[in-house]
């Protein structure tokens, strides 16, 4: 049965991919980030391709207000079946006494409050249907802190709480909760770690073959599509030649 699902930080990486998962099964899409080119250029093709519903919101995640005024008693989220939080970032890969302050509040912000924000907004739709599936974005490095991953590592493992949290608060709302934490995949993540140093991003996938984005799209898709009574509650996935955070074989 079609489905409604709402996937944050589809412009580009795991988000896009997420949505062209979820469209390549006939589920409508709504399609969040701040990049609305890239957003708009990805609802051309999914509805060319499909012929799906795909509705584009422009919103930074870090604005409460923005958020609240995009998805909250939005009519057209009534019936959202699945949230995706997915939108995030690290900034810097520095130690901790070196690490800049405006880095840190950016990755706090995003990635911890900006999900906080957009699963608030939409969970009364959830909570009055009785049901709904919110599947969040961690990581490895909310497994394992490595160095130089301090504050990333902090919002990441934040993710994997808070996620345990919605589990158990909204377990009388019959409301799944789901954490996908992936390893290094190649994506924009390592741009706009390193700040547009390309070279530098490159480098971190040399020598092995990494996940990609689709990797993880797969994974979110098959937690999506179980019975309405199985959940999955957390899946660690890394590229065969990673063990955890700390050990890569290059
Ligand atoms: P990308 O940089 O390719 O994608 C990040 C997405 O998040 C973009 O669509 C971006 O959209 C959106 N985003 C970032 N900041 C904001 C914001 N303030 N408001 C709204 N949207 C925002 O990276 P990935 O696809 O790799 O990352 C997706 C998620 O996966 C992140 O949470 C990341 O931490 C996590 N992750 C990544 C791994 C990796 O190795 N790549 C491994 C494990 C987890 P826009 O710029 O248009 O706003
Ligand atoms: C992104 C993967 O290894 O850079 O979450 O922390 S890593």
């Known amino acids: 049965m079609k489905r409604k699902v709402l996937v944050t930080g589809a412009s580009s ?6 949505a062209q998962k979820f469209a390549a099964s006939g589920d409508d899409l709504f399609i969040t980030g701040r990049r609305v080119e890239l957003l708009n250029e990805l609802k051309e093709e999914l509805i060319a391709q499909y012929g799906v519903s795909v509705t584009v919101l422009v919103f930074d995640v870090q604005q ?14 009534n019936d959202l079946d699945i949230l995706v939080n997915n939108a995030g970032l690290a900034l810097g890969r520095d130690l901790f006494d070196e690490a800049d302050m405006d880095d840190w509040e950016t990755m706090i912000d995003t990635n911890v409050k900006g ?8 969970l009364p739709n959830f909570i009055k249907r009785g049901k709904g599936h919110i599947i969040n974005i961690g990581s490895t490095a909310g497994k394992e802190v490595y160095e130089r991953g301090n504050v990333y590592c902090a919002t990441k493992t934040s993710v994997e709480v808070l996620s345990q949290a ?20 190649d ?25 990609y984005a689709d990797d993880v799209a797969d994974t979110v898709h098959y937690c999506a599509n179980l019975p309405e009574h199985v959940c999955i509650n957390s899946v660690v996935m890394t590229c065969t030649a990673q063990a955890n955070s700390m050990y890569l074989f290059k």
């Open 64 to 77: 409460k207000e923005d958020v609240f005024s995009t998805l909250f008693n939005n009519p057209d989220l």
């Open 13 to 18: 990486g795991f988000g896009k991919s997420i």
């Open 187 to 211: 994506t924009e993540f390592s741009i706009v770690r390193f700040k547009g140093d390309e070279e530098k991003a490159k480098s971190v996938y040399d020598g092995y073959t990494p996940l």
């Open 166 to 185: 919605m589990r158990i608060d909204l377990l009388r709302h019959k409301i799944k909760v789901t954490v996908v934490h992936p390893g290094a995949a």
């Open 115 to 122: 999900l906080l924000y957009v699963t608030k907004a939409v």
